[in-house]
C-alpha cells in the first residue's frame, strides 16, 4: 500500500465522510490530488478487509451519498501502515514524509525504526551517487547534478539524526483542539 492509502485512513480516523468530500479533505490539507481512479478502488479494499464501512445516506430527489467511516480494523491497518517502511518505499520522499507527518501515533520504537529504514535508504543513494560521479568525470552538468543529489542526502542524513533525538522523547500532552487539518501533514506540507 502506499501513502494515498496512509492519507484516505487518516483522514477517516478524524471522522466519516463521502468520497468527494473525503478526496477534497486530502487535496485541502496535504495538497495530493486524488483522482476518482485511486480513492474509490481504494475505498472498495478497504471496505472487503473490514477496514471501513459504507453507509447510504438518503437525499431527496439525488442518489443516495455512500458515507465512509473508519472500523477499529481500519485503525489498525492504519497503524500498520505508519510504522511499515519497506526498503522501496524508504526511498521515495513522499512515502517517508507522509509516515513523518504523523509521527504522533507511534511509539518511540516504531518512530525510531521508520527513520532508521529512511537513513539506510539514503546511505544507498549516497554509494550509488558515488559510483555515479565516478562515471561522469569530466561532464559538467552530470557533475553538478550528482554533487546537488549527493549534498541533500548528506543534509536529510543529519537532519534525520536531529529527528532521532526528538522521536525519542515522549509525546506532549495535547492542549486543545488542534486546528483543522493539524496532524495530516504529507506531500504537500511541512511535517
Known amino acids: ?95 517517508f514524509m507522509t509516515r513523518l507527518g504523523q509521527f504522533a501515533f507511534l511509539t518511540e520504537p516504531e518512530r525510531l525504526a521508520v527513520l532508521d529504514a529512511r537513513d539506510t535508504a539514503l546511505a544507498e543513494r549516497q554509494e550509488r551517487l558515488a559510483r555515479l560521479q565516478g562515471r561522469s568525470a569530466g561532464e559538467r552538468w552530470s557533475t553538478l547534478v550528482t554533487a546537488e543529489l549527493m549534498q541533500r542526502a548528506a543534509q536529510e542524513r543529519q537532519w534525520l539524526a536531529g529527528l532521532r533525538a526528538t522521536a525519542a522523547q515522549p509525546e506532549p500532552p495535547a492542549t486543545g483542539q488542534a486546528p483543522a487539518g493539524a496532524g495530516d501533514s504529507g506531500p504537500g506540507q511541512q511535517p
Open 1 to 95: 500500500m502506499s501513502y494515498i492509502e496512509i492519507l484516505i485512513l487518516r483522514n477517516l480516523s478524524r471522522r466519516p465522510a463521502h468520497g468527494y468530500e473525503l478526496r477534497k479533505r486530502v487535496e485541502a490539507v496535504t495538497g495530493v490530488v486524488l483522482n476518482n481512479n485511486s480513492l474509490y478502488p481504494a475505498l472498495r479494499r478497504f471496505e472487503e478487509a473490514g477496514a471501513v464501512t459504507r453507509t447510504a445516506h438518503e437525499q431527496q430527489g439525488r442518489p443516495a451519498k455512500l458515507v465512509y467511516e473508519l472500523t477499529d480494523v481500519g485503525r489498525d491497518l492504519l497503524h500498520s501502515l505508519l510504522a511499515d517502511l519497506p526498503p522501496d518505499a524508504a526511498q521515495d520522499d513522499v512515502e
